[in-house]
């Protein structure tokens, strides 16, 4: 679709303005201007100036970011087809969507997340010349039984479900490698054994909402009436699921079927009649799903208001420096949604974070799941597991949680796996490239003459050969003794992060891999000289955010996982 003409958005803006209507009916004033505003700084860098979603970052994201100016949206309570409500983009702005990049807003005012709600209709004609249905009746909660949860299997099964999402729910059904959305790009289905976050939201009434209206833009068609009010003779002998189900389960399928009554009954059936046996089975259909996590975590949270990280104070920070120190045991632990920034079939959703300090100095204990120890990143085909802890410069700006941008600066500290290992060991040819020939250099190596491996394990302390240029120079990757497994960086935006310098590592770090979870410590003072690195003080509200990269999964650079802005405060006492 073109861009909204100025006459368009002049035209919409007048329209909008002033009209937001409260669901207890109070009209409450709205700002298309403070919208675009709004807009610009935080929304922009993804879904672009246009709404086209063409944003700088969108070239890092997967699933990419939202068109706007289609005027289709994923999630609403307004039935297939329909324009969503306002409340239904409300929604997302405040809970995000889980397994995308898009981020919980809730930290903005309900007031600034309204401005930007009638901002975004500006972008498509389609809210100037139609208005949103009536939403769906979603009625009361049934129980969630295990008799129901077994229907619900029944349902999945005979309306197709297990095509997309796999018998298990794990979303490897055989269709799933295939599909695409309504622009033509690749789109898995969602995997119900991980941990419930799902993206149009985790309640059974948000599920019950999406099944109800399916996915907009997506091959997730809605389950209405006239989908789930069938009679028991339209799916023949189920000779289509073996193979795929047991011969056990398609038993039991054919055995609740026939409690499902024929089609000549259903047309009997009135209007009411239909929808309650409609709305039986969609019931039935949610609670089965979410009998599929087989993560055994509890559903995680997006939002940013209700995972507040306070410090707790310590005698001394020096003592909580290994990983798993006693002390750590009494320190408050606080789970932290991860935003996968590309499509994974195997995502790490949580961070625990544990903060201590003793007034100088603080330390930020940082734990997740992880299954494979990737920590041997020696050539551009192997990647390695990190992590890395980001603050504003300016603590009472508000920048991009992707790195800053160019009007406020970040100060990154990241650790590298492979950094750590090298602490104990230098790594070189030898390990990159077990078995293989490498190149000789005839230098005189500790005073005496014998050709040596380039930096092998057992002499890499002791070589100083001049003509090593890195060594020379200063390079932090070349660093041959004490050297830190953390990382002193700086950014203002995609693109243009900095290191300190050897000069400027003054942040110290550990990481351990142990039982599938790796454990970091990061520590630093408050303080700082550093003309680069972020002051802190005590009794204070200081913007943190996270990220995580999984080097089995060839995370590097961009690709990774991270937390949104989070406020840490970190205690005197």
């Given at each position: 679709m073109k861009t909204p003409s100025?006459?368009?958005?002049?035209?919409?803006?007048?329209?909008?303005?002033?009209?937001?209507?409260?669901?207890?009916?109070?009209?409450?004033?709205?700002?298309?201007?403070?919208?675009?505003?709004?807009?610009?700084k935080f929304c922009a860098?993804?879904?672009?100036?246009?709404?086209?979603?063409?944003?700088?970052?969108?070239?890092?994201?997967?699933?990419?970011?939202?068109?706007?100016?289609?005027?289709v949206f994923k999630f609403q309570s307004t039935p297939s087809g329909s324009l969503p409500r306002d409340e239904d983009l409300l929604r997302t702005l405040e809970n995000?969507?889980?397994?995308?990049?898009?981020?919980?807003?809730?930290?903005?005012?309900?007031?600034?997340?309204?401005?930007?709600?009638?901002?975004?209709?500006?972008?498509?004609?389609?809210?100037?010349?139609?208005?949103?249905?009536?939403?769906?009746?979603?009625?009361?909660?049934?129980?969630?039984?295990?008799?129901?949860?077994?229907?619900?299997?029944?349902?999945?099964?005979?309306?197709?479900?297990?095509?997309?999402?796999?018998?298990t729910g794990a979303g490897d059904g055989p269709s799933s490698k295939n599909m695409v959305d309504d622009l033509g790009r690749p789109i898995p289905p969602y995997n119900f054994t991980r941990a419930a976050a799902f993206k149009g939201g985790s309640t059974p009434r948000d599920i019950y909402r999406t099944f109800s209206t399916g996915i907009g833009g997506t091959p997730m068609p809605a389950y209405g009436e006239d989908a789930l009010a069938?009679?028991?003779?339209?799916?023949?002998?189920?000779?289509?699921?073996?193979?795929?189900?047991?011969?056990?389960?398609?038993?039991?399928?054919?055995?609740?079927?026939?409690?499902?009554?024929?089609?000549?009954?259903?047309?009997?059936?009135?209007?009411?009649?239909?929808?309650?046996?409609?709305?039986?089975?969609?019931w039935s259909l949610v609670y089965y799903v979410l009998s599929l996590s087989k993560s055994g975590k509890s559903p995680i949270s997006y939002t940013t208001l209700n995972h507040e990280l306070v410090s707790s104070f310590v005698p001394d920070v020096a003592a909580v420096a290994d990983p798993f120190s006693m002390n750590w045991n009494n320190v408050k632990e606080v789970e932290l949604a991860l935003i996968s920034l590309w499509q994974r079939d195997t995502p790490i959703d949580r961070v625990s974070v544990k903060v201590v300090s003793d007034g100088k100095e603080i330390a930020l204990r940082l734990e997740w799941e992880d299954p494979t120890k990737d920590?041997?990143?020696?050539?551009?085909?192997?990647?390695?597991?990190?992590?890395?802890?980001?603050?504003?410069?300016?603590?009472t700006s508000d920048p991009f949680f992707g790195m800053g941008d160019t009007s406020f600066a970040v100060n990154i500290w990241q650790w590298k796996s492979w950094w750590e290992t090298d602490r104990v060991g230098f790594s070189g040819i030898n390990s990159a490239f077990p078995k293989n020939a490498a190149d000789l250099y005839l230098f005189d190596i500790a005073g005496r003459s014998t050709a040596e491996y380039f930096v092998s394990k057992d002499s890499a302390k002791n070589l100083s050969m001049t003509w090593?240029?890195?060594?020379?120079?200063?390079?932090?990757?070349?660093?041959?003794?004490?050297?830190?497994?953390?990382?002193?960086?700086?950014?203002?935006?995609?693109?243009?992060?900095?290191?300190?310098?050897?000069?400027?590592?003054?942040?110290?770090?550990?990481?351990?891999?142990?039982?599938?979870?790796?454990?970091?410590?990061?520590?630093?003072?408050?303080?700082?000289?550093?003309?680069?690195?972020?002051?802190?003080?005590?009794?204070?509200?200081?913007p943190v955010a996270l990220a995580i990269w999984d080097g089995s999964l060839a995370d590097r650079n961009g690709q990774k996982m991270v937390t949104n802005w989070y406020k840490l405060t970190i205690s005197s006492k």
């Amino acid at each position: 679709m073109k861009t909204p003409s100025l006459s368009f958005v002049l035209t919409a803006s007048l329209i909008f303005y002033g009209l937001w209507t409260s669901v207890s009916g109070q009209t409450q004033d709205v700002s298309v201007e403070r919208g675009r505003q709004l807009y610009e700084k935080f929304c922009a860098t993804c879904h672009g100036v246009d709404g086209k979603g063409e944003g700088s970052a969108a070239v890092y994201l997967l699933p990419k970011p939202r068109d706007f100016t289609s005027g289709v949206f994923k999630f609403q309570s307004t039935p297939s087809g329909s324009l969503p409500r306002d409340e239904d983009l409300l929604r997302t702005l405040e809970n995000g969507m889980p397994g995308t990049a898009m981020p919980a807003w809730d930290r903005l005012t309900e007031q600034a997340q309204k401005n930007l709600v009638v901002f975004l209709k500006t972008f498509s004609e389609k809210f100037v010349e139609n208005k949103p249905e009536d939403p769906i009746s979603i009625g009361n909660e049934p129980e969630a039984t295990a008799d129901r949860i077994r229907k619900g299997k029944t349902i999945f099964a005979l309306s197709g479900c297990w095509m997309c999402h796999g018998t298990t729910g794990a979303g490897d059904g055989p269709s799933s490698k295939n599909m695409v959305d309504d622009l033509g790009r690749p789109i898995p289905p969602y995997n119900f054994t991980r941990a419930a976050a799902f993206k149009g939201g985790s309640t059974p009434r948000d599920i019950y909402r999406t099944f109800s209206t399916g996915i907009g833009g997506t091959p997730m068609p809605a389950y209405g009436e006239d989908a789930l009010a069938v009679g028991r003779e339209s799916f023949g002998d189920l000779s289509n699921l073996q193979g795929s189900y047991s011969s056990v389960e398609i038993s039991e399928f054919k055995k609740y079927l026939k409690e499902w009554p024929k089609q000549s009954a259903l047309d009997k059936m009135s209007v009411e009649e239909r929808k309650k046996l409609a709305d039986e089975r969609r019931w039935s259909l949610v609670y089965y799903v979410l009998s599929l996590s087989k993560s055994g975590k509890s559903p995680i949270s997006y939002t940013t208001l209700n995972h507040e990280l306070v410090s707790s104070f310590v005698p001394d920070v020096a003592a909580v420096a290994d990983p798993f120190s006693m002390n750590w045991n009494n320190v408050k632990e606080v789970e932290l949604a991860l935003i996968s920034l590309w499509q994974r079939d195997t995502p790490i959703d949580r961070v625990s974070v544990k903060v201590v300090s003793d007034g100088k100095e603080i330390a930020l204990r940082l734990e997740w799941e992880d299954p494979t120890k990737d920590d041997g990143a020696l050539h551009d085909s192997k990647f390695g597991d990190a992590a890395a802890v980001q603050f504003p410069m300016d603590i009472t700006s508000d920048p991009f949680f992707g790195m800053g941008d160019t009007s406020f600066a970040v100060n990154i500290w990241q650790w590298k796996s492979w950094w750590e290992t090298d602490r104990v060991g230098f790594s070189g040819i030898n390990s990159a490239f077990p078995k293989n020939a490498a190149d000789l250099y005839l230098f005189d190596i500790a005073g005496r003459s014998t050709a040596e491996y380039f930096v092998s394990k057992d002499s890499a302390k002791n070589l100083s050969m001049t003509w090593n240029a890195g060594w020379g120079s200063g390079n932090i990757l070349s660093v041959q003794s004490d050297k830190p497994s953390v990382e002193d960086l700086n950014a203002r935006g995609f693109g243009t992060l900095t290191t300190q310098g050897t000069a400027g590592q003054n942040v110290r770090g550990r990481g351990t891999w142990k039982n599938g979870k790796w454990t970091v410590v990061f520590t630093r003072t408050l303080a700082s000289d550093e003309p680069n690195d972020v002051v802190m003080k005590t009794d204070q509200k200081i913007p943190v955010a996270l990220a995580i990269w999984d080097g089995s999964l060839a995370d590097r650079n961009g690709q990774k996982m991270v937390t949104n802005w989070y406020k840490l405060t970190i205690s005197s006492k």
